[in-house]
T-cell receptor, first 109, second 114 residues
Framework: GQNIDQPTEMTATEGAIVQINCTYQTSGFNGLFWYQQHAGEAPTFLSYNVLDGLEEKGRFSSFLSRSKGYSYLLLKELQMKDSASYLC??????????WGAGTKLIIKP | ETGVTQTPRHLVMGMTNKKSLKCEQHLGHNAMYWYKQSAKKPLELMFVYNFKEQTENNSVPSRFSPECPNSSHLFLHLHTLQPEDSALYLC?????????????FGPGTRLTVT
C-alpha cells in the first residue's frame, strides 16, 4: 500500500530552527508538496519538490531525496505564527495526491 | 471575492436531515475537489471534478452526493449521515486535476452529526 509518515507533533522555541521529516512509500513519484494549515483554517501551499535537493524560500526550505523516499521542511527563525500543522503530500505514478496525517508544530516563547 | 469560499462554515445536523455544502472558486481553475479531514488522519479525497465532469469517486458512501453545475461551483449533498461522518469538509481547486498542480483550499465546513 501507499504510506506517508510524519511525526504527529513537535515542539520548538521561538527564534529557533525546526526540521519536520516526511518519509514515503508510494507507487511511483511525481513530486512532493508541503502545505501549512493553521487551526480552523484552509491548508495553504508552501513548497513543491520534484528533483533532489534543497529549495529555499525565505525562512522555509524543503529538501527531497527520491532515492531515500524522504523529505524535510526546515523552518528557521521560528515565530509564534508558525504554530500550525504541516502536511506532506506525494504525487504518485497515477498523478494522485497521497497525503500524510500532518505534523502539529507548537512554538513556545 | 477571491480564492475558494465555502458555506456554511459550521453545520450541525441530525441523522435524518438533508443538507448541502457549497463551494465556489474564483480562480478560473478547471478542477475541483471534496476532501474529508478527520483529526490526526490524512486528508481523504472524496470526489474530483474536471471541467464539471466527475473523474474520481473514492468509494464514498451514497449518503454523500456531489454536484458540479459549472467549473466554478461545487456542492456536496448530505442525507442520512452517521455520527462518524462528523469531520471538516474541505473544498479545493487546481488548474488541472493531475496531482502535480498546487491545490487551493477553502476554509472548510465543520460538520457535526448528532
Amino acid at each position: 500500500g501507499q504510506n506517508i509518515d510524519q511525526p504527529t507533533e513537535m515542539t520548538a522555541t521561538e527564534g529557533a530552527i525546526v526540521q519536520i521529516n516526511c518519509t514515503y512509500q508510494t507507487s511511483g513519484f511525481n513530486g512532493l508538496f508541503w502545505y501549512q494549515q493553521h487551526a480552523g483554517e484552509a491548508p495553504t501551499f508552501l513548497s513543491y519538490n520534484v528533483l533532489d535537493g534543497l529549495e529555499e524560500k525565505g525562512r522555509f526550505s524543503s529538501f527531497l531525496s527520491r532515492s531515500k523516499g524522504y523529505s524535510y521542511l526546515l523552518l528557521k527563525e521560528l515565530q509564534m505564527k508558525d504554530s500550525a500543522s504541516y502536511l506532506c503530500a506525494v504525487v504518485d505514478s497515477n498523478y494522485q495526491l497521497i497525503w500524510g496525517a500532518g505534523t502539529k508544530l507548537i512554538i513556545k516563547p | 471575492e477571491t480564492g475558494v469560499t465555502q458555506t456554511p462554515r459550521h453545520l450541525v445536523m441530525g441523522m435524518t436531515n438533508k443538507k448541502s455544502l457549497k463551494c465556489e472558486q474564483h480562480l478560473g481553475h478547471n478542477a475541483m475537489y471534496w476532501y474529508k479531514q478527520s483529526a490526526k488522519k490524512p486528508l481523504e479525497l472524496m470526489f474530483v471534478y474536471n471541467f464539471k465532469e466527475q473523474t474520481e469517486n473514492n468509494s464514498v458512501p451514497s449518503r454523500f452526493s456531489p454536484e458540479c453545475p459549472n467549473s466554478s461551483h461545487l456542492f456536496l449533498h448530505l442525507h442520512t449521515l452517521q455520527p462518524e461522518d462528523s469531520a471538516l469538509y474541505l473544498c479545493a481547486s487546481s488548474q488541472d486535476p493531475a496531482g502535480g498542480y498546487e491545490q487551493y483550499f477553502g476554509p472548510g465546513t465543520r460538520l457535526t452529526v448528532t
